[in-house]
């Protein structure tokens, strides 16, 4: 190995090491896990008691049920966080709490608003594409506290969210749209937080 070919590895591994440091580590790979059995569990639900939106009734029967597992989403995930920041967090990873935070912050704002937004309109078809894109926009706002091969997974959300929005209602609302997506998207983003934990510890 020439002097240059080492110099390169070692920045690679100082960058490596730094990126391990900038990750933050209240995010809980459990709790995206129990947000993906949520999000599953409310597809079947859907399936169950509406499984194709046809009437105003159907829409916000649709949008009880999606809020109501985001809702528990956000409690576990944020409950997680909150037990991590009061029991394990540094000063400098509770300023990394702050930064996800403001990072995140604004892409949940738009979501609700446009969310309720739609409802009061009664324009269900567009909740989907709004809900993911959001989602999508999060992520990648706070992807470099995130395990860094979650980066495609962001920009899954993004692209479907955009996709969806053209989608026909009938097949944006579809149970297994929601179920599918964000029930398997954050079980992968745990399956990917908690590897590097292991990783980090190992």
Same mark, same amino acid.
């Given at each position: ?109 738009? !979501? %609700?608003? &446009?969310? #309720? @937004? ?13 809900? =993911? *894109? /959001? ?25 479907? !969210? %955009?996709? &969806?929005? #053209? @989608? ?13 997506? =964000? *029930? /398997? ?18």
């Amino acid at each position: 190995m020439t002097d240059l070919e080492r110099a390169l590895a070692d920045i690679a591994e100082v960058r490596e090491r730094l990126g391990q440091v900038q990750r933050f580590k209240g995010y809980s790979g459990l709790a995206a896990l129990a947000s993906g059995v949520f999000a599953i569990a409310a597809g079947v639900v859907q399936w169950l008691l509406v499984p194709a939106v046809t009437t105003v009734h159907d829409g916000r029967l649709y949008f009880a049920i999606w809020f109501a597992c985001c809702a528990a989403s956000v409690v576990v995930n944020y409950s997680a966080i909150a037990h991590w920041y009061v029991n394990d967090a540094t000063a400098r990873e509770r300023w990394q709490t702050a930064s996800v935070g403001l990072g995140i912050l604004p892409a949940l704002l738009l !979501g %609700a608003a &446009l969310s #309720f @937004a739609l409802l009061r309109a009664g324009i269900f078809g567009l909740l989907p594409g709004v809900w =993911f *894109g /959001c989602y999508g926009v999060g992520l990648i706002a706070s992807r470099t506290m995130l395990p860094r091969a979650v980066a495609p997974l962001c920009v899954g959300f993004l692209v479907a !969210g %955009a996709l &969806l929005l #053209f @989608a026909p209602p009938a097949l944006a609302l579809a149970p297994w749209v929601l179920a599918g997506g =964000f *029930g /398997c998207g954050q079980v992968a983003i745990g399956v990917l937080v908690i590897r590097e934990r292991e990783g980090v510890a190992a």
